[in-house]
C-alpha cells in the first residue's frame, strides 16, 4: 500500500515563499510530482522527478519561481515554492506512479486515475 504524506501549506502573502513536503511510503525509485487544483478548475500538473533520478522537471509558466527537489534517503520530495501570487492558491496534491522510465510529468499527467495520491495540503496566497 502506497502512502504519501504532504506537508507545509499555510497562508502566506504575495511575494512571499512556502516549502510544500511529500513523504512516500515506497523506497523504490519512483516518478513523483505536484499538482494543485483551484475551486471551480481542473487539476493540473505543476512539477514531477524520478527519484532514482537527476533531473527534475517544473512546469514552463512555474518554472521561474518553483523548484522541486528530492531527499532519497527521507523517501521524499520538496516543491520549493518563492514569489508566490494569489494565483497560486490552491489544493496542492503530491503523486507517486510506480515507473522509473519514459517521462515522468507524462505519466502523472496523462491519465489521473493510475495515480496514487496524498491527501493534499492547501496553499493560500493574499495579496
Known amino acids: 500500500q502506497v502512502q504519501l504524506v504532504e506537508s507545509g501549506g499555510g497562508s502566506v502573502q504575495a511575494g512571499g515563499s512556502l516549502r510544500l513536503s511529500c513523504a512516500a511510503s515506497?523506497?523504490?525509485?519512483?516518478?513523483m510530482g505536484w499538482f494543485r487544483q483551484a475551486p471551480g478548475k481542473e487539476r493540473e500538473g505543476v512539477a514531477a522527478l524520478f527519484t532514482g533520478g537527476s533531473t527534475a522537471y517544473v512546469v514552463d509558466s512555474l518554472k521561474d519561481r518553483f523548484t522541486l527537489s528530492k531527499d532519497n534517503g527521507k523517501n521524499t520530495i520538496y516543491l520549493e515554492m518563492n514569489n508566490v501570487k494569489p494565483e497560486d492558491t490552491a489544493m496542492y496534491y503530491c503523486?507517486?506512479?510506480?515507473?522509473?522510465?519514459?517521462?515522468?510529468?507524462?505519466?502523472?499527467?496523462?491519465?489521473?486515475?493510475?495515480?496514487?495520491w496524498g491527501q493534499g495540503t492547501q496553499v493560500t496566497v493574499s495579496s
Open positions: 503523486a507517486l506512479s510506480l515507473t522509473n522510465s519514459g517521462s515522468c510529468y507524462h505519466h502523472l499527467s496523462s491519465d489521473l486515475s493510475r495515480n496514487y
Open positions: 515506497v523506497r523504490n525509485s519512483n516518478c
